[in-house]
């Protein structure tokens, strides 16, 4: 299973607009956060997960040529907002609609947004195409499976991921816009090879877990290798990550991992 993290910023991007702190102004390209996705291929098929507004530049970026799946973590807009862009990948499958999951929220939103959208093929050549469907517990794709729990933030609940390859038996979870990660959760993520948390700062915030509260959660699932994702510009690569236990860093946007 590869894993290529498209972005790993909040929904305000860093560098952010009129800032000049020292992480906007940073050399470091670790330091230059696109808003938060990533990019799966599990035994050989291409699963994006969320579209963040930079959608586009990502794929570009990243040489992305296929997408034959997508899932909505959910519906705030650093995460929905690049959906259109998808209508490329409609394209180079010859103008077949792609297969869309996520939570009741999430489907709602894609339907107010992209109405034009909704269904098997796109109404026009070159538009995008997307086929709903409510994502379910367990969702079986053959190569492998795709394990959901649900994580709160704020007032929504967000779909937290685990994957499952069955020819190598790898796993990954994806836990990202979450306040906490509970018990059924955790359990999930167990044996992962890689696991993902929200860890969105250094300070405490009512929505998104903090570092120190993402390592918590780290060293209680147990994982050798930790990425944290959706960070804010009061994170500077090099001098947070040095301070991190050595089973947790901090994703950075390009990042590409073999589980």
């Given at each position: 299973m590869e894993i290529t993290f498209l972005g790993t910023g909040t929904s305000q991007g860093v560098p952010m607009i009129a800032c000049s702190c020292e992480v906007c102004r940073s050399s470091d390209p670790r330091n230059k956060r696109s808003r938060a996705s990533v990019h799966v291929v599990m035994g050989g098929l291409h699963i994006q997960v969320d579209a963040a507004p930079e959608f586009r530049e990502q794929c570009i970026r990243n040489n992305l040529t296929s997408v034959d799946l997508f899932i909505l973590t959910?519906?705030?807009?650093?995460?929905?907002?690049?959906?259109?862009?998808?209508r490329r990948f409609c394209d180079r499958r010859d103008g077949e609609g792609i297969p869309v999951y996520s939570n009741t929220d999430g489907l709602d939103r894609v339907r107010s947004i992209y109405a034009y959208a909704i269904g098997a093929r796109p109404a026009f050549r070159g538009y995008p195409a997307f086929i709903l469907h409510q994502m379910p517990p367990v969702l079986d794709l053959g190569v492998g499976t795709i394990t959901t729990t649900l994580l709160p933030h704020g007032r929504v609940q967000v779909l937290g991921l685990v994957f499952e390859e069955r020819a190598t038996g790898s796993k990954f979870a994806y836990y990202t816009d979450c306040k906490k990660v509970g018990p059924e959760a955790r359990k999930l993520a167990e044996g992962a090879g890689v696991v993902v948390l929200d860890g969105l700062r250094q300070e405490p915030h009512p929505t998104h877990m903090s570092i120190s509260e993402a390592v918590k959660v780290a060293e209680a699932i147990g994982a050798e290798r930790n990425y944290l994702t959706h960070l804010t510009h009061t994170v500077d690569h090099?001098?947070?990550?040095?301070?991190?236990?050595?089973?947790?860093?901090?994703?950075?946007?390009?990042?590409?991992?073999?589980?």
């Amino acid at each position: 299973m590869e894993i290529t993290f498209l972005g790993t910023g909040t929904s305000q991007g860093v560098p952010m607009i009129a800032c000049s702190c020292e992480v906007c102004r940073s050399s470091d390209p670790r330091n230059k956060r696109s808003r938060a996705s990533v990019h799966v291929v599990m035994g050989g098929l291409h699963i994006q997960v969320d579209a963040a507004p930079e959608f586009r530049e990502q794929c570009i970026r990243n040489n992305l040529t296929s997408v034959d799946l997508f899932i909505l973590t959910h519906g705030h807009a650093d995460h929905v907002l690049g959906m259109d862009d998808l209508r490329r990948f409609c394209d180079r499958r010859d103008g077949e609609g792609i297969p869309v999951y996520s939570n009741t929220d999430g489907l709602d939103r894609v339907r107010s947004i992209y109405a034009y959208a909704i269904g098997a093929r796109p109404a026009f050549r070159g538009y995008p195409a997307f086929i709903l469907h409510q994502m379910p517990p367990v969702l079986d794709l053959g190569v492998g499976t795709i394990t959901t729990t649900l994580l709160p933030h704020g007032r929504v609940q967000v779909l937290g991921l685990v994957f499952e390859e069955r020819a190598t038996g790898s796993k990954f979870a994806y836990y990202t816009d979450c306040k906490k990660v509970g018990p059924e959760a955790r359990k999930l993520a167990e044996g992962a090879g890689v696991v993902v948390l929200d860890g969105l700062r250094q300070e405490p915030h009512p929505t998104h877990m903090s570092i120190s509260e993402a390592v918590k959660v780290a060293e209680a699932i147990g994982a050798e290798r930790n990425y944290l994702t959706h960070l804010t510009h009061t994170v500077d690569h090099g001098p947070m990550e040095s301070e991190l236990p050595a089973t947790v860093r901090l994703a950075y946007d390009g990042l590409s991992l073999v589980v």
